[in-house]
Nanobody, 121 residues
Framework: QVQLVESGGGLVQAGGSLRLSCAAS????????MGWFRQAPGNERESVAS????????NYAYSVKGRFTISRDNARNTVYLQMIRLKPEDTAVYFC??????????????WGQGTQVTVSS
């Protein structure tokens, strides 16, 4: 069982930056594929970024490429999402997820509760 706790969300003006963190429990964190997802009101949940546990490879949604960076610190059991040049359309609840699969597409087995990111125009 893996528990995930997100932090770092908040209110920011367009063009600003935020860094989200996701702290994971468990001793096998390094093996998991980690992903960030988001869900805006009225929209389906969408994948934002993911990072492999096996080779550290990353994958990004087209809408965030060049603005968001996912990284992980296996010693701290933490995955990060650095977000710059934020846009109002980035407003959503952001979720962290962990998957035993080596595929960026999942499936993801464990989910955090989410953290709200609001970008004002």
């Amino acid at each position: 069982q893996v528990q995930l706790v997100e932090s770092g969300g908040g209110l920011v003006q367009a063009g600003g930056s935020l860094r989200l963190s996701c702290a994971a429990s468990g001793r096998t964190f390094s093996r998991y594929t980690m992903g960030w997802f988001r869900q805006a009101p009225g929209n389906e949940r969408e994948s934002v970024a993911s990072i492999s546990g096996s080779d550290g490879s990353t994958n990004y949604a087209y809408s965030v490429k060049g603005r968001f960076t996912i990284s992980r610190d296996n010693a701290r059991n933490t995955v990060y999402l650095q977000m710059i040049r934020l846009k109002p359309e980035d407003t959503a609840v952001y979720f962290c997820a962990a998957g035993r699969s080596s595929y960026h597409s999942g499936p993801y087995d464990y989910w955090g509760q989410g953290t709200q990111v609001t970008v004002s125009s």
